[in-house]
């Protein structure tokens, strides 16, 4: 079983992954600190795995809140419920929240302990492909606004994030998909040697070969526990780790959440930055290819949907966290493995990209 820590100092926390681990309560126990927890899930996960994560919360004051599954719900009204029921059942501030499910429980949980009581404590157990690789890592929580994604949140960082690879088994193929497309993020972004494992593995991927998974998992969240600690609060290289997540969340509300998943978007978007870097000069047509054939490989969308003008994308592009002072900025590609996050493109590129597709 590979356990690496994120480094952040006194905050630094352990990364768990193997098979099995459900099955291991030291893990969960040494991350809870007092004598309280509440385990949050939704209603499709909480009856695959709750009742096993319980189990481990023997003479414990314990909790279940299970939210209503989407993303759709990750907003500020299931956030309020989530406060609720923990006043309500006078949960204290050395309360743990335990996380079980995948990025939308993962992030609304945290940002619930980011902000219950001014922050208590929190454990990741993310069971899809996406939250096991990136969002259950580096400590970013919160809830969507109806004008924008991921727009209320905080830092909070986790006190152990537990892999446990078994849950893939019961998640479905699109979601596994989805969760590729994040993975496929970290050779784009920084790793062409791990890009060109993928190439060579995808179809092991797909087909859920374990050791290829946990081979996967491990690499990515590796490489995201590096940017992490180097740069926690996203002044500088963290922010590559948001490579096709401004045309991505463009798509995701535009559409309204949940229509497109989330891998899915960003999937389109990785393409739609290659393309735009190529536009640009930047990186050749060769380089693009690659990223597509192995974005469709792993059975993701690569063209955005028809529904979505050029003029609508841009308006929502214009809400994303990336914009400062006015300007946008994207994260695009110098080549495989290489990216630059960089407001100093010809605007023109970007009208291309947009109108074109
Ligand atoms: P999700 O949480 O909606 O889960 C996808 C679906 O799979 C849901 O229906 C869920 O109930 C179901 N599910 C989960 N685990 C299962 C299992 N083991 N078996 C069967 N079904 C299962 O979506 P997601 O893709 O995990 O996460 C997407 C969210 O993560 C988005 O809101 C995105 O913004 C966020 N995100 C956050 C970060 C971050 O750094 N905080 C990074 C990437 C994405
Ligand atoms: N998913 C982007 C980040 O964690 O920074």
Redesign the pocket.
């Known amino acids: 079983m590979p356990t690496f820590n994120v480094d952040l100092g006194a905050r630094s926390y352990p990364i768990h992954i193997g098979s099995g681990l459900l099955q291991q309560p030291q893990l969960l126990r040494d991350a809870i600190p007092g004598r309280s927890a509440v385990i949050v899930s939704?209603?499709?996960?909480a009856p695959?795995?709750l009742q096993t994560v319980r189990t481990h919360l023997g003479g414990l004051h314990v909790g279940e809140i299970v939210l209503p599954?989407?993303?759709a719900y990750?907003n500020l009204d299931t956030l309020n419920s989530i406060f609720t029921r923990l006043l309500e059942q006078r949960f204290d501030r050395n309360t743990t929240l335990i996380a079980l499910?995948?990025?939308?429980?993962?992030?609304i949980t945290?940002f619930a302990a980011a902000s219950y009581q001014r922050g208590v404590h929190f454990v990741q157990i993310?069971?899809?492909?996406?939250?096991q690789v990136?969002?259950?890592?580096?400590?970013?929580?919160?809830v969507?606004h109806p004008l924008g994604?991921?727009m209320i949140?905080a830092f909070h960082q986790p006190r152990a994030v537990i892999i446990d690879t078994d849950?893939?088994?019961?998640?479905?193929g699109r979601?596994l998909s989805?969760?590729l497309a994040?993975v496929i993020k970290y050779g784009l972004l920084g790793d062409a040697e791990f890009f060109a494992w993928l190439e060579q593995n995808i179809d092991r991927l797909r087909a859920r070969d374990p050791a290829a998974l946990a081979y996967a998992i491990e690499r990515s969240c590796r490489d995201k526990a590096a940017i992490v600690a180097e740069d926690e609060r996203e002044h500088g290289t963290r922010a590559l780790?948001n490579l096709g997540?401004t045309f991505g969340?463009a798509i995701?509300t535009g559409l309204g959440?949940?229509r497109w998943?989330?891998?899915e978007a960003?999937a389109c978007g990785m393409l739609m930055a290659a393309r735009m870097s190529e536009r640009l000069g930047w990186l050749d047509a060769g380089s693009v290819r690659r990223a597509e054939k192995l974005l469709l490989a792993a059975e993701l969308p690569t063209v955005p949907p028809a529904e979505l003008s050029g003029a609508r994308m841009r308006e929502l592009m214009a809400v994303d966290k990336k914009v400062i002072d006015g300007s946008l900025r994207l994260v695009l590609l110098r080549g495989i493995g290489s990216a630059v996050v960089t407001a100093d493109f010809d605007p023109a590129a970007l009208d291309f990209i947009l109108e074109r597709d």
């Not at 499910?101 to 992030?107: C, K, L, Q, T, Y």
């Not at 993310?126 to 939250?131: D, E, G, I, K, S």
């Not at 990136?134 to 919160?142: E, L, N, P, R």
Request: proline content about 4%; glycine content about 22%.
């Open positions: 939704n209603e499709t996960v695959l795995y599954d989407g993303e990750k499910g995948g990025g939308v429980v993962g992030d945290g993310p069971t899809t492909l996406l939250a990136d969002s259950s890592v580096g400590g970013k929580t919160g969507n994604k991921n949140g849950t893939l088994d019961t998640l479905p979601e989805a969760g994040e780790l997540h969340h995701e959440y949940g998943l989330h891998g960003v």
